[in-house]
């Protein structure tokens, strides 16, 4: 099956500092989200983004399927914006990457 | 609109015993997945179901199974508790059947196995 990989796994930075998470899959993809999760287990969706650039406000996304990647920008970081960001690829089946941990200090 | 909820949120079971555990999409929408949350495994995928009937299933054996409802809801069960199947389980819904949609989970049943 379809492999997706992120990097890094663990990213600890201060407030107000930017980041950029990678997502690599291993073949074609026609879906792709990110989610967040919060520290109490709550995954929110960020983007759907199978191609393209997509912002909402501090963050945006970018997936070149062609290449076969997908980044996810945080700007300005704040300390809700710690906790695991998952890149998500598939359909019906979902298959998660093993998450960028995020942590960010005040 | 309400999200997706997920009854109980928490669960405590011996060895051996079996568990039953809730999730009812947001309103309207008909596909329901099921995930286990392990910090060894991360995310898998269980099962998911559309319009009573399961699509899909993951790689996990028969003491994992699942139903779902003429108005959505869904049931996974687990029979004969392992000491592994201690995790976070999350169900997600979505609206469209092809899956080129937004998935929307619930905030997930810890269960612990004891």
Redesign the interface.
Known sequence: GIQVEQSPPDLILQEGANSTLRCNFSDSV??L?W?HQNP??????LF?IPSGTKQNGRLSATTVATERYSLLYISSSQTTDSGVY?C?V???????G??TRLTINP | KAGVTQTPRYLIKTRGQQVTLSCSPISGHRSVSWYQQTPGQGLQFLFEYFSETQRNKGNFPGRFSGRQFSNSRSEMNVSTLELGDSALYLCASSSLAGGTDTQYFGPGTRLTVL
Do not use: D, S
Not at chain 1, 40 to 45: A, D, R, Y
């Open positions: 026609n879906n989200q989610f109490w287990g709550q995954l929110i969706n759907y998952f998500v598939g359909a019906q089946k979902l298959v998660f093993q998450g």
